[in-house]
């Protein structure tokens, strides 16, 4: 994984920072001069980025406590928080419960020393405190957001008297401490101070001394590298860049000045869709435009040209005149990716091929501006000088629409995106995070031929083809998986492996091209409570994909378990809450009266009563696919039988004989009914120990009454529900896609 060496970068630099910081203060801090305990180790600052993504909360709401009249405002003392106030603040900002005491100790510390790396004179809060304004500010730079936002919110924190006004210090306090932020996401800050500097000089344009909040958010709105620091996502403006901090390990070069990145980490900014790269004081310089997306009419619709970007050629040869390119001499077409010297790009021919992704690219010459008369249905793709964008099919190819979890997997997710968007045209490739599904959907709407790929987990996945039904598409693509994260069994079924380990997205692109369509069985599952007004749980999902689980299911606690032991910082308050209903689950309370599941369970398949007097029964299990909880098997191998295809008519399938050679199919329209024993069993088929529950049945239609409250399952999700009656019945079948079965068990099959 390619986020784990930007990791240990911004780690050395941090170590570096709060070292010196330590050493400084070491009479205030700690006493002992071995004793590490007082400084913030790499480990903190990767925890701590871990706790802001896992936490919903913001900033700004979390300030309202600590004004007058808030839950936590006797801990704000003028401006500044005391050290149990600061430990409430990352608490409830955090919405981690134990945050480590001696952490807070830490992160106090390095907050008491702000004034001390910054070139400002306020002076130190007394007493052991800190400027909750200074806490603020900097936290909230690093959480997502818009740049206009952040810098209102920064600008409105230290405008005390509400006038609009900010003297020249003041501002000053603000860079401080977003600077202190850019040091923490590993910006080489002697880089950047200039560039703000210069930014301060500027924004007071009216040579005020006094800087207003239209001033200070329009030279911010101006400042690119600020708002790459800001976090300034894609902007869908045709021919900008959307730039990424970026450190090169080879000599690179700044392609608006022709000088070289220099510097610890030669860091630049780097676009995310055409890599031009250029140092970060020269971003405001105006660099070459990024490559199209789109073309301004229909006439140029179906036209195949190049676009040339200035590119670091690597000494390849020009494909015109076979030459050599030298260091800043050549370009490179984004779509066909082919390489000349600026100076033959007109010599050579100037129709484009996209080289050897073109069945999946969707070009600019697919893509034009519509009038408003010609499509007011398609809002949803408007550029923002207002025009509305729509697609055409360029024949014989399948444009992939992609979406990506940018939350699955780590950093994997936001890796991935990025990827996706040099390799593919960036319109073609949608965050889920900016809306969900329904605008990447409506975009492709048009055409008749393409496919989708979603890069998440399984839960991804069941979003994606709900969103599918729901749009109600002319046709209705096929769908590929990229598993981001750990243990998806869906994908692991479809052959597109448990979980990407960073393997290259070419690759996986080809694996596409060569891949079939399967269908997929969906089933709806309804719960309905026996008594209406005993509140329970609410139920996960109205639609199960992969598996459904009643009573004994270990395995779920152990995966809980396990995640608890891998990713502590990943078990906030909701996550701790549900661990606890597992730990009560498997308790020996529950699961005592697990045993007499049987007692409390009435099932009927297809209006066949299943027997259950002669199994020991302490959970049930109901499976869509070979794969559970992260491939295990509760179904098993079949044996090879003759009468088998007698059987494969019957919507019901009890007879303990026949279900031994009964095998599962992801398109049967049927699934399979598993009686599994408890805790120790299903450890042991987890274990791989033991392979497989007890068959009870394949079927189409399932419905289940019980008479006490129990937990439940529904693809990973777990609740306890009260007694009710559940309903499965077939809902439909997604098309999927399924790569060659040799290949697949190769390089990204986990
Ligand atoms: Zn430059
Ligand atoms: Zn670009
Ligand atoms: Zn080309
Ligand atoms: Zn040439």
Not at 250 to 263: A, E, Q
Not at 599 to 617: P, R, Y
Not at 705 to 713: D, E, F, I
Request: charged share 25%; proline share 5%.
């Amino acid at each position: 994984m390619s986020g784990k060496p930007l990791l240990k970068e911004q780690a050395f630099l941090l170590t570096r920072r709060t070292d010196a910081i330590v050493k400084q203060y070491q009479p205030l801090s700690m006493a002992s001069s071995e004793d590490t305990e007082g400084s913030l180790m790499p480990v903190d600052f990767i925890q701590l980025q871990q706790y802001m993504e896992d936490s919903s909360l913001r900033v700004k709401d979390v300030m309202k406590d600590f004004y007058p009249g808030g839950r936590l405002a006797k801990h704000t003392h003028g401006e500044c928080l005391d050290s149990e106030g600061f430990c409430l603040f990352l608490k409830t900002y955090l919405e981690v419960e134990d945050f480590p005491a001696d952490f807070c100790k830490r992160l106090f510390c390095y907050f008491q020393h702000t004034e001390q790396d910054g070139s400002t004179n306020s002076p130190l809060p007394k007493g052991g405190r800190v400027f909750l304004q200074d806490v603020s500010c900097y936290f909230s730079v690093l959480e997502e957001g818009q740049p206009r936002e952040k810098l209102e919110f920064t600008f409105k924190l230290y405008d005390k008297d509400g006038n609009g006004l900010l003297d020249s210090s003041e501002v000053d306090r603000i860079i401080t401490q977003m600077m202190r932020a850019a040091d923490y996401l590993g910006w080489d800050v002697t880089e950047l101070r200039p560039v703000l500097k210069e930014m301060m000089t500027a924004i007071d344009v009216d040579n005020s001394g006094t800087v207003t909040l239209e001033e200070w958010v329009k030279g911010g709105m101006n400042n690119v590298p600020l708002l790459v620091l800001l976090g300034l996502k894609m902007t869908e403006k045709n021919g900008q860049h959307i730039w990424r901090l970026k450190h090169f390990n080879r000599p690179t070069y700044c392609y608006v000045c022709k000088s070289m990145l220099l510097g610890l980490g030669k860091q630049g900014l780097c676009c995310n869709c055409c890599k031009y790269t250029v140092h970060n004081q020269c971003a405001n310089n105006n660099p070459d435009p990024c490559a199209r997306t789109f073309v301004k009419s229909k006439q140029e619709i179906g036209k195949p040209t190049h676009d040339w970007i200035k590119a670091d050629c690597n000494s390849s040869k020009c494909q015109v005149c076979f030459k050599k390119i030298k260091i800043l001499g050549g370009s490179r077409c984004v779509w066909c990716q082919e390489m000349r010297h600026d100076d033959c790009i007109n010599t050579g021919i100037p129709k484009c091929d996209c080289g050897e992704l073109r069945d999946h690219i969707l070009p600019p010459w697919a893509i034009y501006t519509a009038s408003k008369q010609e499509d007011d249905t398609n809002i949803l793709n408007v550029t923002p000088d207002g025009q509305i964008l729509q697609t055409v099919q360029i024949p014989d190819t399948h444009p992939l629409l992609v979406f990506v979890n940018p939350k699955s997997g780590g950093n994997q997710g936001e890796r991935v995106l990025r990827k996706f968007q040099y390799l593919l045209n960036p319109r073609q490739v949608y965050n889920l995070s900016n809306g969900g599904p329904s605008p990447g959907l409506q975009f492709f709407r048009n055409l008749h031929q393409y496919k989708i790929l979603v890069c998440g987990g399984d839960g991804t996945v069941g979003w994606l083809l709900d969103a599918i039904d729901k749009a109600d598409l002319q046709v209705c693509p096929p769908v590929a998986v990229l598993p981001l994260g750990t243990g998806n069994d869906m994908a692991r079924c479809l052959r597109w492996g448990g979980g990407y380990e960073g393997s290259d997205l070419t690759e996986i692109l080809k694996e596409i091209k060569a891949s079939e369509v399967i269908a997929l069985d969906r089933w709806s599952i309804q719960v309905i409570p026996n008594n209406l007004n005993e509140a329970g749980d609410p139920v996960p999902y109205e639609i199960m994909n992969n598996y459904f689980s009643i009573g004994v299911d270990a395995s779920i606690a152990h995966r809980f378990h396990s995640m608890r032991e891998k990713h502590p910082q990943k078990f906030n308050s909701r996550m701790k809450n549900k661990l606890r209903y597992l730990e009560f689950a498997t308790s020996e309370s529950i699961s005592a009266s697990c045993k007499k599941l049987k007692d409390c369970l009435f099932i009927e398949c297809c209006g066949k009563q299943l027997d259950l007097n002669n199994v020991s029964l302490e959970g049930i299990a109901v499976l869509n696919i070979p794969s559970m909880h992260g491939g295990s098997n509760l179904w098993g191998e079949s044996k090879k039988s003759d009468s088998l295809s007698e059987a494969e008519h019957s919507q019901v399938i009890t007879d303990p004989e026949v279900l031994k050679s009964v095998s599962q199919d992801i398109s049967d329209r049927r699934f399979e009914v598993v009686g599994l024993e408890g805790v120790l069993e299903m450890g042991q088929i987890y274990t791989r120990l033991k392979s497989a529950g007890h068959r009870l049945a394949q079927t189409s239609q399932i419905t289940i009454r019980t008479s006490k409250a129990l937990p439940m399952q529904i693809d990973g999700e777990p609740w306890m529900q009260p007694p009710c009656t559940i309903h499965i019945t077939h809902k439909n079948q997604a098309n999927m896609l399924m790569p060659p079965p040799t290949k697949a068990s190769g390089f990204f099959h986990k």
